[in-house]
């Protein structure tokens, strides 16, 4: 069974460019979130996507948007750079949506913005 | 709302010494509490989780945690650290809003383990 993946692993960007994360979700998982963690914080929720619909967004801006393709899959998109914008972005998935189901995380894209 | 404190950014302790990592949680509901760790620049990592029934949750790598309602406190424990627990670690609430499950984390624990 494989896990969740993210690439790319690093990326370094300029402020106000744009850029793409991809998540791949473990089998069997419809669900994504998208977290961000900022350095020396927890990860904040940014948002989920279930069965390819946005189900629901933390709080952040709208030039944050995502994608669920049909195999589940996700990309987190995120327009006009800013340097607070440089985190650790997680991806994770769970196999539907419950409170009391764990989330699965894969290991980051940690983006630097400069 | 939901909110999660973890006490101690930053906690050592010595190899064979017992392992306490502190998570307070508010929830107007029954929560779900989950702990994660995160080794360096790796994801993070199910330890444990209290869902429903008994309230001490072992986990993974030897920890455990209890729930306490009347504390409303979720602390991570390991009688003897090892040096490979050396990570940060994370409590998290799982919150369900208007259909969307998410977690709430707390800013994290990192803990050291002095040989």
């Known amino acids: 069974e494989t896990g969740v993946t993210q690439s790319p692993t690093h990326l370094i960007k300029t402020r106000g460019q744009q850029v793409t994360l991809r998540c791949s979700s473990q089998?069997?998982?419809?669900?994504v979130s998208w977290y961000q963690q900022a350095l020396g914080q927890g990860p904040q929720f940014i948002f989920q996507?279930?069965?390819?619909?946005?189900?629901g967004r933390g709080n952040f801006p709208p030039r944050f948007s995502g994608l669920q393709f049909p195999n589940y899959s996700s990309e987190l998109n995120v327009n006009a750079l800013e340097l607070d914008d440089s985190a650790l972005y997680l991806c994770?998935?769970?196999?539907?949506?419950?409170?009391?189901?764990?989330?699965?995380f894969g290991p980051g894209t940690r983006l630097t913005v400069l | 709302a939901q909110s999660v404190t973890q006490l101690g950014s930053h906690v050592s302790v010595s190899e064979g010494a017992l392992v306490l990592l502190r998570c307070n949680y508010s929830?107007?509901?029954?929560?779900?509490l989950f702990w994660y760790v995160q080794y360096p620049n790796q994801g993070l990592q199910l330890l444990l989780k209290?869902?429903?029934?008994?309230?001490l949750v072992k986990g993974i790598n030897g920890f455990e945690a209890e729930f306490k309602k009347s504390e409303t406190s979720f602390h991570l424990t390991k009688p003897s650290a090892h040096m490979s627990d050396a990570a940060e670690y994370f409590c998290?609430?799982?919150?369900?809003?208007?259909?969307?499950?998410?977690?709430?984390f707390g800013t994290g624990t990192r803990l050291k383990v002095l040989a």
């Open positions: 209290y869902t429903t029934g008994a309230t």
């Open positions: 998290a609430v799982s919150r369900s809003t208007s259909g969307t499950y998410k977690y709430i």
């Open positions: 089998s069997g998982h419809n669900t």
């Open positions: 996507y279930y069965r390819e619909e946005e189900n």
């Open positions: 929830s107007s509901v029954p929560p779900y």
């Open positions: 994770a998935s769970s196999p539907w949506m419950s409170s009391y189901n764990e989330q699965f």
